[in-house]
């Protein structure tokens, strides 16, 4: 079974500074997408990057970049400029490229990002 | 706003009784999901539906169960609660032709079970 690990329950930025959330994930299979979701105190979770596996260029949206490591599997959110919107817990997330799993994703167990004014 | 709407937002239930929790699909999406996050965790993967059959289910006994409508829209149903069920409720709804597998989820519903 496919397991997410984000290690750091809670971290702090300065606004504008850049912070960097840390992501491993356990899998045997080749083809998968993995995730960032934002889940700000109104509990709607909002997609801020994804990565399908096969590309080994890493996902870039804006502020937000990833660094994909698949052979450690490793993935990591940078984000860059850091505002206080950017608050919240933030879930990486695992969905394998099978067919027939489009929206069973495996989440780990978040982090609380705090930004500092 | 990701056109995924969950009703009620927040409700009380007694261990042992019911209940019916409900998602409005965004427009055109075919397939809708429910995850349950209790408090401090990750959702986990209750089910999911594709054309009104149960298409994936996670680790979850039987008496979670759900429907899906021709209109997409979907329900989640919880017989003799327990207080473990107390948790955030949330739908996700994708179109399965989306290999890239964009979902949009709604804003929950929060599960009290006393």
């Known amino acids: 079974a496919q397991t997410v690990t984000q290690s750091q329950p809670e971290m702090s930025v300065q606004e504008a500074e850049t912070v960097t959330l840390s992501c491993t994930y356990d899998?045997?299979?080749?083809?998968?997408?993995l995730f960032w979701y934002k889940q700000p105190p109104s509990r709607q979770m909002i997609l801020v990057i994804r990565?399908?596996?096969?590309?080994?260029q890493n996902a870039t949206e804006n502020r937000f970049s990833v660094n994909f490591q698949k052979a450690a599997k490793s993935f990591s959110l940078k984000i860059s400029d850091s505002q206080l919107g950017d608050a919240a817990m933030y879930f990486c997330?695992?969905?394998?490229?099978?067919?027939?799993?489009?929206?069973?994703?495996?989440f780990g167990s978040g982090t609380k990002l705090n930004v500092k004014p | 706003e990701t056109g995924v709407t969950q009703s009620p937002t927040h409700l009380i239930k007694t261990r042992g009784q019911q209940v019916t929790l409900r998602c409005s699909s965004q427009?055109?999406?075919?397939?809708v999901s429910w995850y349950q996050q209790a408090l401090g965790q990750g959702p986990q993967f209750i089910f999911q539906?594709?054309?009104?059959?149960?298409?994936g289910r996670g680790n979850f006994p039987p008496r979670f169960s759900g429907l899906q409508f021709p209109n997409y829209s979907s329900e989640l149903n919880v017989n003799a609660l327990e207080l473990d069920d107390s948790a955030l409720y949330l739908c996700?709804?994708?179109?399965?032709?989306?290999?890239?597998?964009?979902?949009?989820f709604g804003e929950g519903s929060w599960l009290t079970v006393v």
């Open positions: 996700a709804s994708s179109l399965r032709s989306d290999t890239g597998n964009t979902i949009y």
């Open positions: 990565q399908e596996a096969y590309k080994q």
């Open positions: 539906y594709y054309r009104e059959e149960e298409n």
């Open positions: 427009s055109g999406h075919n397939t």
């Open positions: 997330a695992y969905r394998s490229a099978f067919a027939g799993n489009f929206n069973k994703f495996y």
């Open positions: 899998t045997s299979e080749s083809d998968y997408y």
